[in-house]
């Protein structure tokens, strides 16, 4: 193509970004007041925020090192290990997972991240 110039690093460096960006860009974060307690809350908020493909599960957790400051995400969640707390990264508002550190009421055993509103001490989580 005469008159063309076609860079493919820049090409593939965009492609990159859109593709990443759309990962922690579009989990589409929302500061919220508190988190679901209850599975009906949980499936009603779920609703509300309208997650999409590929980042289609609802989560709400503690954000990390932040007492009494909650958010919502869109996320892919999993399996979330025994004794572990699931909280919002401060910086990026990703999920991470956390020691539990309460003397009860952590989980007992590996819960799939959107059963969180079982463990309300997760909630808590500061350290």
């Keep these: 193509m005469e008159g063309c110039i076609f860079d493919s690093s820049f090409m593939v460096r965009l492609i990159l970004s859109l593709i990443v960006c759309g990962y922690v860009c579009g989990n589409l974060f929302k500061e919220v007041s508190s988190c679901p307690s209850s599975e009906e809350e949980w499936r009603h908020r779920s609703e509300k925020k309208q997650c999409k493909e590929p980042i289609s599960d609802f989560m709400c957790a503690a954000i990390e090192n932040q007492q009494g400051r909650f958010g919502e995400i869109c996320t892919v969640v999993g399996l979330t ?8 990264d401060a910086d ?28 309300p001490v997760c909630y808590n989580y500061s350290r």
């Excluded at 290990?81 to 919002?88: A, F, M, R, S």
């Excluded at 990703?94 to 059963?115: E, K, Q």
């Design 81 to 88: 290990g025994k004794g572990k707390c699931v909280v919002l």
């Design 92 to 119: 990026t508002y990703n999920l991470n997972f956390v020691r539990c550190y309460a003397t009860s009421g952590c989980p007992p055993n590996a819960y799939i991240s959107f059963d969180l509103y079982k463990y």
